[in-house]
């Protein structure tokens, strides 16, 4: 097995679809000769020519038309948004045409198109790069919304997301690009969309989140630890749809929840899932459900990113706030 | 002045006619090669397109039909250009452009049941043409993508896509000839300049004097032809096919037509933006009457001829309507089961919860 960065992976896991199944594409800006602007998609168009891994003009919704269009021809299109900030470009062509193709043909077509994407702050990459935008995806019925947080998901949920016959959003946090190494065997696997991951096990609380929080809440989990609260942390991966079930029976071992995101708070990805907890858990809580996101405003610049950005301690603070109710 | 002056490229962009409004041959040589079969077929399309397009009309007010966009005034622009297509040719519609889907395949009962709002409207078999498009110039990036596809597979054919002259302002427009022009993918564009988008002249919608000459900062050909000209509109549409396939890259027509009915029958009134004199101006170029005085001068028409697709047209209609008026009722829980290959959780709870509601 092979230690690989999460950005590896996620080539990895291209270079094994793009060989495997010759209806798969890769393209987007920058994603040929330069391998993209993260190296995402690095030695691909070396590897299987230009006709497979191609650059594109620089227009995010003639990009997401060209998936569509390459779609009807029974191509299996993996599309890059070089920044998930510049998705609003696009969105026409996902969330009213790709999201819609089934229904709008009664069923006879399909988008299975994969639209990779970097996002996430504490980058320090200029304004409109960083967003959080996955809520607006939670919204648009008719895609699926897929965020790994370690090398080893990113790969067999990439590797899922392409094989999946409708539109997957896979979203790269660029802090967990090469921030650390993991585990990532070699040749092909997958990790099933919509199935959460219990990353870490406790009794005390149940800390659920995606994305880069799945490490800051790992970490915020060992001090509490430290402090004798066993705090259990799930990893969605899937934010769309969501894993119910993982989540129900673990608030019915904890009876305690909160969930994080890095997302503005406002009708988010955690509202949603603390709405599915009122629905299906409620009689097990003892405490109301917190939520560590953060503020409603617009992303910051670099400058003020770092408080901005939910980080352990507000985690800490809001597990003892739940376990203290 | 360093800036140069646009008139030379404008200049460039004269509208191409074969037939003039009395059915006279102007341009000889440009005369294309058609059967009078061919010739006949033609004008046995537009003339049924007529037909349908009143019967639409009517039974829209009788409440028999939803969402419909008329098409009289427009037959050569859709009809003459469509005729150049080939079966395995790929069509991305607008939603006024339901007579070429029909004529590439789709079965009247489908326009009309797509026209009522309903999902089986929308699924094709063994037709190669997407939906009707209603997102403005949407479909000219898709358009791109299809082109692609088809060379990238080695296929012999062509995407075709349909928008209007208002499409012609949006990103999507642009953006598709861009990308289409960068694959050198065979793909043909064509905007019906049918002089008002709802309501707005296109002399507000651009500074540009010809919607053609928009092809030249993408890279591609472009050319205007008169859109009530049925062989004019053949001939550069049929040339545009024959590029694309030789590899020559996509091609923009701009054909000059009128709609002499309302933007659609959802409300719009034409008295509100467009004057009476212009629209009988537009009428004295009917593509109708030019072709049929063009035909019967060869003695390829007549009057029992124009019966006989009259009658047809109604025929065809009443059965289509028949059969539409069979078709069951589409269920919300029909959309649920095709919203996904597999249901999720929550559509899945949703799909149990509509079934009891629907079995009420």
Known sequence: MAQMTMIQAITDAMRIELKRDENVLVFGEDVGKNGGVFRATEGLQDEFGEDRVFDTPLAESGIGGLALGLAMQGFRPVMEIQFFGFVFEAMDSIASQMARLRYRSGGKYHAPVTIRSPFGGGVHTPELHADSLEGLFLQTPGVKVVIPSNPYDAKGLLISAIRDNDPVIFLEHMKLYRSFRGEVPEGEYTVEIGKANIVREGSDVSIITYGAMVQTSLKAAEKLAEEGIQAEVIDLRTISPLDVETIVSSIKKTNRAVVVQEAQKQAGIAAHVIAEINDRAILHLEAPVGRVTAPDTVFPFSEAESVWLPNENDVIEKVKATINF | ?360
């Not at chain 2, 990103?171 to 993918?185: P, Q, S």
């Not at chain 2, 004295?284 to 697709?309: H, V």
């Open chain 2, 1 to 360: 002045m360093v800036t140069k002056k646009l008139e030379p490229i404008e200049s460039r962009f004269e509208t191409f006619q074969i037939l003039n409004p009395e059915g006279e041959v102007v341009n000889k040589d440009a005369v294309p090669d058609l059967s009078d079969e061919q010739l006949k077929e033609l004008m046995r399309r537009m003339v049924y397109t007529r037909i349908w397009d009143q019967r639409a009309l009517s039974l829209n007010r009788q409440g028999r039909l939803g969402f419909y966009a008329p098409t009289a005034g427009q037959e050569a622009s859709m009809l003459a250009s469509h005729f150049a297509m080939e079966k395995e040719d790929w069509l991305l519609p607008s939603y006024r452009d339901i007579p070429q889907l029909v004529f590439h395949g789709v079965p009247l009962v489908k326009a009309f049941l797509y026209s009522r709002g309903h999902f089986k409207g929308g699924q094709y078999e063994g037709v190669n043409a997407l939906m009707p498009q209603i997102i403005i110039a949407a479909q000219c990036t898709q358009t791109a993508g299809v082109a692609l596809g088809l060379k990238k597979r080695g296929k012999k054919n062509v995407a075709f896509t349909y928008f209007g002259d208002g499409a012609t302002s949006q990103g999507d427009f642009y953006e598709g000839l861009n990308f289409a022009g960068t694959y050198n993918a065979p793909a043909v564009f064509i905007s019906q300049n049918n002089r008002f988008a709802i309501s707005v002249p296109v002399e507000k919608q651009t500074a540009a004097k010809t919607l053609a000459q928009k092809a030249v900062a993408a890279g591609i050909r472009g050319v205007q032809v008169d859109g009530m000209d049925p062989l004019a509109v053949y001939v550069v549409t049929k040339e545009a096919r024959e590029r694309a396939i030789a590899g020559e890259g996509p091609t923009l027509i701009e054909t000059l037509t009128y709609r002499y009915g309302p933007h659609t029958t959802a409300g719009d009134d034409p008295t509100r933006y467009r004057s009476d004199e212009l629209t009988n101006e537009w009428e004295q170029k009917d593509p109708l009457i030019r072709f049929r005085k063009y035909l019967e001068g060869r003695n390829l028409w007549s009057k029992e001829e124009e019966e006989a697709t009259v009658e047809q047209a109604k025929e065809d209609i009443k059965a289509a309507l028949k059969e539409a008026d069979q078709t069951p009722k589409q269920k919300v829980t029909d959309l649920i089961k095709i919203m996904f290959e597999k249901l999720p959780y929550n559509l899945q709870e949703q799909f149990d919860e509509y079934s009891k509601k629907e079995s009420k």
